[in-house]
């Protein structure tokens, strides 16, 4: 028996235990973890750097790549650590700033994609009133009331977790710190202190969940209502990239939270997580951009520059210009970018 006071470090479920395999796994990993920095990296400098895309949704991409960049931050590099020195350990303060730092961002993200659908409810049901409703002001306050709410909850949940003691041993049954697993070592007793934070949690999920669901009914019937098949197609192609990202984000996460005990395996309970935790950081970029002319262009644009300036460092004859880039202003809010 062991509890929090004597415990010093946790044992993380390996990918496998031959050797091959798991550099296999790091190698796996450090493509994936390249491409999603790679990947959030340019649409954060694109929406940073080009004026059409300072727009509410383009605001709220922006916050979306840095919660993805944030996750492949917490979770792949132990992850490489431990498959490339053949070990499974992680300190007792590790683990719990990994539960902290994921709860976190993916509370966030979470947020973060209910307040985008807002945005394509307001531009499509009420386009009138989009400068209005979605003013930089009011973009600005949703986006760190969920930047703010999501750490007060996390903190709350992994100081909570974390003070209960821990009967079960030490070895977790998963290649990063989560709650699930960690409650799997607590003493029976102790399951009444966490219950309300669980439901916090589950309030938390569901009401947001029911307002995307509501969202998209009035969203669908709007698009519906209007005449031409073109401007139907137009306004669907514009909620798809969240569609689709919203899909995954939940998908992933609830069939990994609350698949059937029967069918638990850890080699399945392995590949859920590296799903819901890995892979939909690295594929959001993808699907954003997919069908977002104007961050193509962007990205396009940012490519050709890059490659001017490598000629012109080449020959010595960089302009002055190159060193007082300033940002234009802002189109109007009301500018649809998806």
Known sequence: MSNSSSLT??????????????????????????????????ILSAVACDPHLHTPMGFFLLNLSLTDLGCICTTVPKAMHNSLRNTTTISYMGCAAQLFSFMFLITVEFFLLTIM??????????????????????????????????????????????????????????????VPQILKLFCSKSYIR????????????????IFIVLSYVQIFRAVLRIPSQQGQHKAFSTCLPHLAVVSLFLSTGTFAYLKPPSISSPSLDLALSVLYSVVPPALNPFIYSLRNQELKDALRKMMIFQELFRMLFRSNKVPMFWFHFQIQSSPPVHRDIL
């Open 194 to 209: 966490e219950l309300g934070v669980l439901l916090i949690t589950a309030c938390l999920v569901f009401g947001c969940f």
């Open 9 to 42: 470090q946790f044992l993380l479920l390996a990918f496998s235990d031959r050797r091959e395999l798991q550099l296999l796994h790091f190698w796996l990993f450090l493509a994936i973890s390249l491409a999603a920095l790679l990947a959030n990296g340019l």
């Open 117 to 178: 659908c807002y945005d394509r409810y307001i531009a499509i049901c009420k386009p009138l009133h989009y400068g209005t409703l979605l003013g930089s002001r009011a973009c600005a306050h949703m986006a760190a009331a969920a930047w703010a709410t999501g750490f007060l909850y996390s903190l709350l949940h992994t100081d909570n977790t974390f003070s209960l003691p821990l009967c079960q041993g030490n070895a977790l049954g998963q290649f990063f710190c989560e």
